[in-house]
């Protein structure tokens, strides 16, 4: 999430970074569906000013001054997880807030940042697209559209056919088959659990048990190049 600078002020050593008022987004915490804040915290007022001591107070040196983060969230935070489930769960609600019924998605699913959407026709998903883009100035979506009936969405390739969707493993163009080699100073439990997540993936991912056996000949492959001897391959296919 990029963060646009309203101003700049030196104190000192320290330099703050300041936003404008409509970066707020914790007095949505604790507020309807989005994020109950249970029996811990006495009321709501008290549950923003502890979020907001999380999000409102890191401090990070560069090169000399010490910059302070008032509206957003430092990488590797343990409140991040939390903030950007929280705060796209409000961009999503205010975009289907603003957007007539017949312009809604028709199924919509979310991991963190990454949405996947099915609409009835182009005019709803460019409607739907430019609501969700004008919520938060700093928070930018782009869109990619389904290319010969196929898109992907994380690792999954799904394909839209007559009767439904077809499900399998999606691998990016610039993927390279290199995992760790069979040669290299890792633990063997690490190899064997290498093995079994990718075996275990493809098969959660197949839509149907016919797509199963091709993966798993792809896995195979892609570990022989890695140096990964068969027998191994047999013991990791056996006990999957």
Not at 13 to 38: A, I, R, T, W
Request: hydrophobic letters at 40%; charged letters at 20%; aromatic letters at 12%.
């Amino acid at each position: 999430m990029s963060i646009g600078l309203d101003w700049i002020r030196t104190i000192g050593n320290f330099v703050e970074f300041k936003l404008d008022p409509d970066c707020k987004l914790l007095q949505n915490l604790g507020s309807g569906p989005v994020l109950d804040p249970g029996p811990i915290w006495p009321d709501q007022k008290t549950y923003e000013e502890a979020a907001g001591m999380g999000c409102e107070n890191n401090y990070v040196p560069v090169n000399g001054p010490f910059y302070r983060h008032v509206d957003d969230v430092a990488m590797g935070s343990p409140i991040a997880p939390l903030m950007a489930d929280v705060c796209m769960n409000y961009v999503i609600d205010q975009a289907l807030a603003v957007t007539p019924p017949e312009c809604q998605p028709d199924l919509l699913c979310r991991y963190v940042d990454d949405l996947f959407l099915l609409f009835s026709n182009q005019d709803s998903l460019n409607r739907f697209f430019t609501n969700i883009t004008s919520i938060h100035r700093n928070i930018i979506f782009t869109k990619e559209l389904e290319t010969n009936n196929c898109l992907h969405f994380l690792d999954v390739l799904i394909e839209k056919t007559s009767t439904g969707f077809i499900t399998s493993t999606y691998r990016k163009p610039m993927h390279t088959g290199l995992y760790s080699k069979w040669s290299s100073f890792a633990p063997l439990r690490r190899k064997r659990n290498l093995v079994n997540s990718l075996l275990r993936r493809a098969y959660d991912i197949a839509s149907s048990y016919q797509l199963v056996p091709t993966e798993f000949m792809n896995i195979k492959r892609t570990l022989s190049r890695n140096g990964y001897p068969n027998n191994f391959w047999t013991v990791a296919f056996s006990i999957s």
